[in-house]
């Protein structure tokens, strides 16, 4: 029962760090996603993914970096860390194959990351 | 601009009364919507989805209304609980050929006894 699955659950990163998040899922999900959730603000699609080898940009995909080289994994990387990027990150995935119309997104627990 | 909008003040009820929350939207054309708890320190999870030619649908105690006309979509909880304090959030999907979900700020759900 793990589902999506994200490590770490906090970091604190000085400003021009780098760092990546981890992201796996055990459900065989084709489509995977990234969002960030900012205090009183909606999610916000970062990066997502139609499967392996395959990535597009979200809404605010400056700053970040993707890559999918298994269908289980979606690593997000941050190059250059800034105050900005302070925020909550949230991994999910769906499966195309299996809802073609629902696309329900299962999320995991969230990475609390603060740039100092 | 497209923008959704949920009431970002807490609505407060009392145990065993219905809770609606909105969800309104303007310059998007949805193919369907989706609503969305999240608990404090957790990740959204999904509840309920409503297609665009469907007016309502029910999921044991929760309600979901459709209204393309008003651009709005409504979300009762009936018989509440304190258990379904919480934030909901809802979620446009633009088309069925997209996978992006446009997501609203959420409004929180207090229920007291």
């Known amino acids: 029962n793990a589902g999506v699955t994200q490590t770490p659950k906090f970091r604190i990163l000085k400003i021009g760090q780098s760092m990546t998040l981890q992201c796996t899922q055990d459900m065989n999900h084709n489509y995977m996603y990234w969002y960030r959730q900012d205090p009183g603000m909606g999610l916000k699609l970062i990066y997502y993914?139609?499967?392996?080898?395959?990535?597009d940009k979200g809404e605010v995909p400056n700053g970040y970096n993707v890559s999918r080289s298994t269908t289980e994994d979606f690593p997000l990387r941050l190059e250059l860390a800034a105050p900005s990027q302070t925020s909550v990150y949230f991994c999910a995935s769906s499966s195309q194959i299996r809802d073609p119309s629902g696309n329900t997104i299962y999320f995991g627990e969230g990475s609390w990351l603060t740039v100092v | 601009s497209q923008k959704i909008e949920q009431n970002s003040e807490a609505l407060n009820i009392q145990e065993g009364k219905t809770a609606t929350l909105t969800c309104n939207y303007t310059?998007?054309?949805?193919?369907?919507l989706q609503w969305y708890r999240q608990d404090p320190g957790r990740g959204p999870v999904f509840l309920l989805l409503i297609r665009e030619n469907e007016k309502e649908k029910r999921k044991e105690r929760l309600k979901v209304t459709f209204d393309t006309t008003l651009k709005q979509s409504l979300f009762h909880i009936t018989a509440s609980q304190p258990a379904d304090s919480a934030t909901y959030l809802c979620?446009?999907?633009?088309?069925?050929?997209?996978?992006?979900?446009?997501f609203g700020t959420g409004t929180r759900l207090q229920v007291f006894p």
């Open positions: 993914s139609v499967g392996a080898g395959i990535t």
């Open positions: 310059n998007y054309s949805p193919a369907y």
């Open positions: 979620a446009l999907r633009l088309s069925y050929n997209t996978d992006k979900l446009i």
